[in-house]
């Protein structure tokens, strides 16, 4: 079985510092995304938890896309808030993105290394790959 790794010239995080990290592996049909925040090109963007979880659910997406796979192949997800009281908006946002393939998942509440509210990863599966 092989691993393939997508952007291991490491993305670029806060203050432009290089992550030293994949944005996402493949091995045996499973996609592991990174933990994604609502950044664009090493800024966070401001926002409601609305508005930042719709960019971070994005950004796992395009890498997904990247990789080859698609909504449908996402089995879990782990989420990370920064506040209780969004988990109900948060909530609305991840129908929005599963819609008739809602992924098992865990959501807790702790800080944050960054400044924003939320970060989500993604694993994937797909048979064909396996």
């Known amino acids: 079985m092989s691993i393939q790794r997508y952007g291991v010239e490491g ?13 996402a592996t493949e091995a045996g049909g499973w996609l592991f995304v990174s933990g994604q925040t ?3 090109d090493g800024e966070v963007v401001e926002g409601s938890i609305v508005e930042q979880s719709r960019l971070a659910f994005a950004n796992c997406l395009k890498i997904m896309e990247e990789a080859g796979y ?4 996402v089995v879990h997800v782990t989420a990370v808030l920064t ?8 909530n609305k946002v ?16 702790q800080d944050l290394v960054v400044d924003c ?14």
Not at 70 to 73: I, L, Q, S
Not at 83 to 90: L, T
Not at 94 to 109: L, Q
């Open 83 to 90: 506040d209780a009281r969004y988990f109900s908006s948060f």
């Open 117 to 130: 509210k939320v970060e989500v990863d993604v694993k994937c599966y797909r048979a064909d790959r396996a």
């Open 11 to 23: 993305g670029v995080g806060t203050g432009g510092q290089k992550l030293p990290f994949a944005r």
């Open 94 to 109: 991840f129908k929005e993105v599963f819609g008739e393939h809602p992924p098992a998942r865990i959501c807790s509440v």
């Open 38 to 40: 609502p950044m664009t």
């Open 70 to 73: 698609g909504v449908e192949h």
